[in-house]
């Protein structure tokens, strides 16, 4: 929502103690997101077909048609009966300014999705442990490791949330560790552990880098980085990351090099910042071939034709 005027101007400082405000808002968007759902949508995009793992309230329906119209498989999806889907409630002032509220409603109950039952029913060959009910998290790495399922780390906005030890557990044999340029410090600050020691513990480091492309360390230790692809306009950062991720998969889990995946994930990066909402892009194969040959070259165009 879009509050046309400034909090400040109706916050007291002498009455904080006793705030009781009401804001009327000109503007009211209800988008599509979440990192799970936001990594499938892209992926769907790609010819795939993601797995959804996750908790929703009664309220998915309408989502739940949306995605899979769009290529993702929600059958893992677990329904609860007491609480809605989790949502983001956010106000915006005129001077950016926010006031906003996390519900994580149904979110709560994803720790009772057993990935093994899952993996029963369904080929899976990789998990990813995105940024969830922090038990869940670590339930579902246990389950993953304990099942020799390979599993990707991303604790994206929940690193905070994690202690150093939990933080030092999902990363301990992930086949992939993804953080942006911040999470990498916060990580090493909160499991007490140098660069070179997580980098030990796992197979693949992604460490995105926004404006400055993308950091990869192979399991010997050899770096790739890659830039990204320029940006046509700069309209909403949000869920860039999520792209990035089902990029990169996408393109490493079918065989491509590290290099392609990265650029392949630079692609949907952009793709999503140059549009308003985290699922309101789409993929045109002739404009992405083109992006693709004026950032990389036409090798790296041709590499990725067969995934676009």
């Known amino acids: 929502m879009r509050f046309p005027g400034k909090f400040a101007d109706a916050l007291l400082a002498d009455q904080l103690d006793h705030v009781s405000l009401s804001f009327l808002v000109?503007?009211?968007?209800?988008r599509r997101g979440g990192v799970a759902g936001n990594i499938a949508y892209a992926?769907?995009?790609?010819?795939?077909?993601?797995?959804l793992v996750g908790a929703v309230g009664a309220d998915f329906a309408e989502y739940r048609k949306w995605l899979e119209d769009n290529g993702v498989d929600c059958s893992a999806v677990h329904v609860s009966t007491k609480s809605h889907t989790a949502r983001f409630v956010c106000t915006t002032d005129e001077t950016m300014a926010q006031?906003?509220?996390?519900?994580p409603g149904a979110m709560s109950e994803a720790r009772e999705i057993d990935i093994a039952a899952i993996a029963a029913d369904h080929a899976v060959d990789l998990v990813l442990v995105g940024a969830n009910d922090p038990e869940a998290m670590i339930a579902h790495t246990r389950q993953a490791k304990a099942q020799g399922i390979p599993y990707a780390a991303d604790p994206s906005q929940q690193l905070a949330r994690l202690d150093g030890e939990q933080a030092a557990e999902l990363v301990d044999g992930a086949a992939y560790l993804f953080t942006n340029?911040?999470?990498?410090?916060?990580?090493?600050?909160k499991t007490?552990?140098?660069?070179a020691e997580i980098t030990a513990k796992v197979g693949i480091r992604v460490t995105t880098l926004g404006a400055e492309g993308v950091l990869v360390v192979d399991t010997d230790g050899t770096e790739?980085?890659?830039g990204v692809v320029p940006e046509l306009s700069k309209v909403d950062p949000t869920g860039v990351g999520d792209g990035f991720r089902a990029g990169f998969l996408t393109a490493h889990r079918a065989g491509l090099s590290l290099e392609r995946a990265a650029q392949l994930g630079s692609l949907i990066a952009v793709l999503v910042l140059e549009t308003t909402g985290t699922q309101e892009w789409t993929l045109n194969t002739e404009d992405a071939l083109e992006r693709l040959t004026k950032a990389y070259g036409p090798e790296s165009a041709?590499?990725?034709?067969?995934?676009?």
Do not use: T
Not at 99 to 103: G, H, K, P
């Open 224 to 226: 790739v980085r890659v």
């Open 302 to 308: 041709d590499d990725l034709a067969v995934l676009l």
């Open 26 to 30: 000109d503007d009211l968007q209800i």
């Open 99 to 103: 006031i906003a509220s996390f519900y």
């Open 192 to 195: 007490g552990l140098s660069e």
């Open 181 to 189: 340029k911040y999470e990498w410090a916060l990580l090493q600050s």
């Open 43 to 51: 992926m769907g995009l790609l010819k795939q077909r993601p797995l």
